[in-house]
């Protein structure tokens, strides 16, 4: 006997279940994680901003001394 899949409805409405049941199983962060990780990761940027613009200006500096040799 053949089996024959639910419709696009019924599937649709099954996925979205599945969603909400898995959604109650995730644990939040607390506010307080979300105000660290977000002020480490602003940190972080800061930190490869600065390093990405002292290297551009060093081989600014090293192209400026090869091109005006």
């Known amino acids: 006997m053949e089996q ?4 696009f409805f019924a ?3 099954s996925f979205f279940k ?7 199983k995730v644990v939040w962060p607390t506010f307080a994680k ?8 602003i940190i972080y940027v800061l930190v490869i901003g600065v390093v990405i613009w002292g290297l551009d200006l060093l081989f600014g500096w090293g ?6 040799r």
């Open 4 to 7: 024959t899949k639910p419709n």
């Open 11 to 13: 599937r649709i409405g």
């Open 18 to 24: 599945e969603v909400k049941s898995e959604l109650k």
């Open 34 to 41: 979300i105000k660290q990780n977000t002020l480490i990761v």
């Open 63 to 68: 192209m400026s001394l090869f091109i005006n």
